[in-house]
């Protein structure tokens, strides 16, 4: 009897060390597995955020509704556009632009310009809208159709005047970046008074600009 209480004595003894060693196995073995998960929803979530910037879970609702993530609702776009003639006078024309697309594709902001030919300068500030065409999910063109409303003042040597212009634009984006496109419009402007450089109610003019989204 007391050889077999030695034996089992012994025998505990002995694996308990061994037990301790399998546990150690077990515990790292789980710490590995917990590491790796974390670092697998890490990784979901940041292809999540690079799919739309600025949008957390955006990217996996576009998936499937063949719409450019820069269209989709609640993204947000800034504009710097216009041109320079130097064909007879010196004529220019700055446009700046905020706008918010309250539904896919469809954009609405506003926006403050400068024009002007030689010293005459007319300054405006008013809200636009926009609406894009999707031509696919992969495609990096984008055409547009644009309405605006500005209060315009003009500064002549001449002629002071203020008035309310609209205007229409047709154009169109691409996409150099997810994020980035250059545009080309082209657009006509009518106002009720002459505000327009060189004293004229009605303007034509072609734009060429760089949009941001985020």
């Known amino acids: 009897m007391k050889k077999q209480t030695i034996v089992a004595a012994a025998s505990v003894a002995f694996s308990a060390p061994a037990f301790a060693d399998f546990q150690g196995l077990v515990d790292r073995y789980d710490d590995v597995n917990v590491a790796a998960?974390?670092?697998e929803a890490a990784s979901n979530v940041g292809r999540s955020i690079l799919a739309v910037p600025g949008k957390v879970g955006r990217g996996a609702a576009n998936l499937n509704d063949q719409l450019?993530?820069?269209?989709?609702?609640?993204?947000?776009?800034?504009?710097?556009?216009?041109?320079?003639?130097?064909?007879?006078?010196?004529?220019?024309?700055?446009?700046l632009t905020y706008g918010y697309f309250v539904r896919d594709r469809w954009e609405v902001g506003f926006g403050l310009g400068v024009q002007g030919v030689e010293s005459d300068a007319t300054f405006s500030l008013g809200l636009f809208t926009e609406y894009n065409f999707c031509l696919g999910e992969d495609s990096k063109w984008v055409p547009f159709v644009g309405f605006n409303a500005n209060w315009a003042s003009l500064d002549s040597d001449a002629l002071d005047a203020d008035s309310i212009a609209?205007?229409?634009?047709?154009?169109?984006?691409?996409?150099?970046?997810?994020?980035?496109?250059?545009?080309?419009?082209?657009?006509?402007?009518?106002?009720?008074?002459?505000?327009?450089?060189?004293?004229?109610?009605?303007?034509?003019?072609?734009?060429?600009?760089?949009?941001?989204?985020?």
């Open 68 to 95: 450019p993530p820069m269209l989709a609702q609640g993204t947000r776009e800034f504009g710097v556009g216009g041109n320079v003639n130097f064909a007879d006078d010196v004529a220019y024309n700055l446009n």
């Open 37 to 39: 998960s974390v670092g």
């Open 166 to 214: 609209l205007g229409l634009d047709v154009g169109v984006k691409y996409f150099i970046r997810e994020n980035i496109a250059v545009s080309f419009s082209i657009g006509a402007d009518f106002a009720f008074d002459d505000v327009f450089p060189g004293e004229d109610d009605i303007q034509q003019q072609i734009n060429i600009g760089t949009r941001f989204y985020f």
